[in-house]
């Protein structure tokens, strides 16, 4: 049994939850998650955001995609090495993670982190998002990944929380 006298807090592993969205979809699973693990959240933002009309977004994502571009990221992090475990969240675009994702796994040392991926999609599901992440992070662990159709819809609680549970992360 645990040491009640020991702060609960102790062993509990430092969280980042990280997430890049387009339309707010990510956005919202991304604060869903926060809540109920605590940690810091950033949103990883391109300097230059992609066009708000959706034609157009998936043109310029594909382009990205095709020239595996890194786009240049306004999200800065002092102190990834605080932290243990990143949620990372993301919109599925042409089957994988949107560039400025790609652009943030590479731009630190992720060694010996645990990522936990999470996405939104309109029926492609994780495509291979999680393949792609674990090429860019080979010295990261990766738990099993979150797939959330558009925004959720009203079983996005109970979906989290099944996860987290999964992963022996509640």
């Not at 387009?22 to 990883?44: F, M, P, Y």
């Not at 786009?71 to 949107?98: C, H």
């Not at 738990?143 to 959330?148: D, G, H, I, M």
Request: hydrophobic fraction near 40%.
């Amino acid at each position: 049994s645990p040491d009640l006298a020991a702060p609960l807090h102790a062993q509990a592993p430092k969280m980042l939850i990280a997430y890049f969205s387009w339309s707010g979809n990510t956005r919202g699973i991304a604060e869903q998650i926060h809540q109920k693990v605590g940690g810091d959240l950033i949103e990883i933002e391109p300097i230059r955001p992609y066009s708000r009309d959706y034609n157009t977004c998936l043109e310029e994502a594909r382009k990205d995609l095709d020239s595996q571009a890194r786009p240049e990221l306004k999200t800065r992090l002092d102190n990834m090495a605080q932290y243990d475990v990143i949620f990372l969240g993301y919109p599925n675009w042409w089957s994988t993670i949107p560039m400025p994702v790609a652009t943030f796994l590479t731009q630190y040392d992720l060694k010996g982190k645990t990522i936990v991926p999470f996405a939104s999609h309109g029926g492609g599901r994780l495509g291979q998002s999680v393949a792609d992440i674990a090429k860019l992070s080979p010295n990261a662990a990766i738990l099993e990944a979150l797939s959330v159709n558009y925004s959720g819809g009203g079983s996005l609680s109970r979906d989290i929380d099944v996860w987290l549970e999964k992963n022996g992360l509640k």
